[in-house]
C-alpha cells in the first residue's frame, strides 16, 4: 500500500481522494490550514497517520510544512491539492502557486507528484513578468496556468518522478459552488487514480488529464523556455531552488 501527503484535505475533493485512498488501505498524511480544520479533516479520514498544520498564505509556514513531511519520513505520492479561487492576486499566487513550488522543492522526492489545475487554466496568461513583484495582478485562470506549467517542468527535469496534473472539472465544493454541474465523485477520482493506482496509464508523466482522461492543454505550457524561466522567478520570489535532475 501506498503512503500519500494531500495537501488541502479537509473539506472538498482533498478531504473526498483522501477518504478514498484510506478506503482502498493507503496510509494517508493530511494538510489543514488551522488546528479547527486539522480536527475536521482527522475526523473525516479517522485511519490517517496524523495531519500537518499550514497556511500555505504565508511562505514561512509553507517551508515549515516542508520540513515536518520529511520528518515523518518518505512518501510515495504527493497531492498539491490546496488552492483557493478568490482573495488579492498575491493572495491567490501564493496558495496556488509558490506553495505547491516550494513543497516539490523542499519535500523528498515520492515516485508521484499530483497537482490540481483546472479547465480554466486555458485562459491563463502566460506573462511571468507580472509574477516579479509577487504575483499581485494573477487572476486564479493565470494561477492554474502557471500549476500547468510547473507541472510540465517537473516531468521533463525528474524523470524519476511520475508528474502530472489534474482538472477536477466544475464540481459543487465550497469553491464551485452548488449550482456547478460536473460530477462530485469523478472529480476526486482522478487524482486519487494518479497517485496510487498501478494502471499504466496512470504510471504516466507530463501528462493532463479530466476524468482519468487526457484533456487539452495550455498551448504554451511546453515551453521548456517558459519553464525554466518560471522556475528562477519562483526561486527568486521564495528563495527555493529547483535541484534539476538529468533531463
Not at 504565508?58 to 491539492?81: M, S, T, Y
Not at 485562470?141 to 507541472?151: A, H, I, T
Amino acid at each position: 500500500m501506498a503512503r500519500i501527503f494531500v495537501t488541502g484535505s479537509s473539506d472538498g475533493l482533498g478531504r473526498m481522494a483522501a477518504q478514498r485512498m484510506a478506503q482502498q488501505g493507503h496510509r494517508l498524511v493530511l494538510h489543514a490550514r488551522n488546528p479547527q480544520r486539522a480536527q475536521d479533516a482527522l475526523q473525516s479520514v479517522p485511519s490517517a497517520e496524523g495531519v500537518l498544520i499550514a497556511d500555505l498564505a504565508r511562505i514561512d509556514e509553507v517551508k515549515q510544512l516542508a520540513a515536518q513531511v520529511n520528518a515523518l519520513g518518505r512518501f510515495d505520492a504527493v497531492i498539491h491539492n490546496a488552492g483557493i479561487y478568490e482573495g488579492s492576486g498575491q493572495e491567490i499566487f501564493t496558495v496556488n502557486v509558490l506553495a505547491p513550488y516550494i513543497l516539490t522543492c523542499l519535500i523528498e522526492k515520492p515516485r508521484r507528484l499530483v497537482y490540481l489545475g483546472s479547465g480554466m487554466h486555458l485562459s491563463g496568461r502566460s506573462w511571468l513578468r507580472s509574477l516579479a513583484s509577487g504575483g499581485g495582478g494573477v487572476s486564479y485562470s493565470d494561477s492554474k496556468f502557471y500549476v500547468v506549467l510547473l507541472m510540465k517542468a517537473v516531468a521533463r527535469k525528474w524523470p524519476d518522478v511520475h508528474a502530472n496534473a489534474v482538472d477536477p472539472g466544475w464540481v459543487p465544493t465550497k469553491m464551485g459552488g452548488p449550482s456547478a454541474p460536473d460530477d462530485l465523485e469523478q472529480g476526486c477520482e482522478t487524482q486519487a487514480w494518479l497517485a496510487v493506482n498501478a494502471d499504466a496509464r496512470a504510471q504516466v508523466s507530463g501528462r493532463y488529464f479530466y476524468h482519468m482522461r487526457e484533456a487539452r492543454i495550455h498551448p504554451e505550457a511546453g515551453s521548456m523556455a517558459l519553464q525554466d524561466e518560471f522556475l528562477a522567478l519562483c526561486e527568486q520570489l521564495t528563495g527555493v531552488h529547483f535541484a534539476a535532475g538529468e533531463e
